[in-house]
């Protein structure tokens, strides 16, 4: 069909255009102040994490506890780990999982041992001769045997990756705390780690229940 324009739509076109205009401008500035908001509180937590670790330092307990486990305040941890355990919200799914799921008559493969926080967690539930946990970082394993020895654990612990097969896997180190890999990783290093074949640790082990933590 074919539309005449009025002069009514005429003068309105251009009050239109004004509106969507303001509409477009307020909604960046309104991304633009969220960013702001989101890097201030950022900010501020990054402060009080700062403040919180060196008054615990300075009295020589660098030490925090979460859940009946003490974690460390290490700075080499990084801060994206350290707020969390700070505000007490460090692997707060997967401890209520365990808290309220995992009973006496389990046993625990754990793939992923990490600070070692799930690990002691439960090993202080149902005892640490239940517990076995692969950590194929090396670093993140010195980290974790410190957790135990402070909370009194020793599960069995293992510095090595579970796949098909036993092979040794060229693995990719980051420097941030966590972050490693089989794939290529930017910032790290690559070391050799041994492999072992995850159906014959499941066949050995006989787990009921299986904890998988990655990242990488």
């Known amino acids: 069909r074919d539309y005449k324009v009025t002069g009514v739509q005429t003068c309105a076109l ?3 255009q004004r509106v969507y205009y303001l509409k477009v ?3 960046t500035e309104l991304m633009m102040l969220n960013k702001l ?3 201030l509180t950022r900010l501020i937590t990054f402060w009080r994490v700062q403040i919180f670790i060196r008054k615990k330092l300075k009295a020589g307990e660098p030490w925090k506890l979460l859940n009946g486990v003490w974690l460390p305040l290490y700075p080499e941890i990084g801060f994206d780990t350290l707020r969390w355990i700070v505000n007490g919200q460090y ?3 997967e401890a209520n999982i365990v808290i309220n799921k995992l ?3 389990d046993k625990v493969l754990e793939l992923g041992t990490g600070l070692g926080y799930i690990t002691a967690l439960c090993c202080h539930k149902i005892g640490s001769e239940r517990i076995i946990t692969y950590e194929a970082n090396p670093e993140n ?3 974790a045997k410190k957790v135990f020895a402070k909370n009194g654990v020793n599960p069995y612990i293992h510095t090595k990756l579970l796949g098909e097969e036993k092979s040794n896997i060229v693995f990719h180190v980051n420097e941030q705390f966590k972050l490693a890999s089989a794939t290529t990783i930017n910032k790290g290093k690559s070391i050799l780690v041994e492999q072992e074949s995850l159906n014959e640790v499941i066949s050995q082990w006989q787990p009921s229940f299986l ?3 990655i990242e990488g």
Do not use: A, C
């Open 25 to 27: 401008t307020f909604r």
């Open 14 to 16: 251009p009050i239109l």
């Open 91 to 93: 692997e707060q799914g």
């Open 211 to 213: 904890i998988m933590d």
């Open 103 to 105: 009973n006496s008559k």
């Open 37 to 39: 908001y989101h890097k």
């Open 141 to 143: 394993v010195v980290l």
